[in-house]
């Protein structure tokens, strides 16, 4: 079977869905996990390649809680992922620049009773 190519679309539904709740943290790794599963391999791209974007966004969301992303990320993530090509090594700028101003400590009190974080 044919390897598909990684798709900045999709997974923005997908956190347009997961926003909605259509599903739930669970069904979204699931899903990105799957993706990861039927897309072309793409070893680590340098920041300047735009399809290190999608890249890091599809392994961001299939590790989803060990990263401890929640809803509150969604706009960073579709922020990151609407990168205009070309700008990818802005958009990295801007996306260390969010997860670096992120209380880890304080994001593990708030998912204490969590169970898709903490099980």
């Known amino acids: 079977m044919a390897k598909a190519t990684l798709d900045r679309m999709h ?15 669970s069904q979204l790794q699931q899903r990105a996990e799957a993706l990861m599963d039927r897309s072309e391999d793409i070893e680590e791209l340098p920041h300047d390649d735009d399809r290190s ?3 890091e966004v599809l392994l961001y969301l ?9 809803k509150d990320d969604i706009d960073a ?19 260390h620049a969010y997860w670096d101003s992120i209380d880890e400590a304080e994001r593990r009190r708030a998912l204490r009773g969590h169970p898709f974080y903490f099980s």
């Open 11 to 25: 997974l923005l539904t997908l956190l347009t869905q997961w926003k909605d709740g259509i599903i739930d943290e």
């Open 53 to 55: 974007i999608v890249r």
């Open 62 to 70: 299939d590790t989803l809680p060990a990263l401890l992303i929640t």
């Open 77 to 95: 993530i579709r922020e990151f992922l609407s990168t205009p090509k070309g700008e990818a090594t802005e958009g990295w700028r801007k996306w």
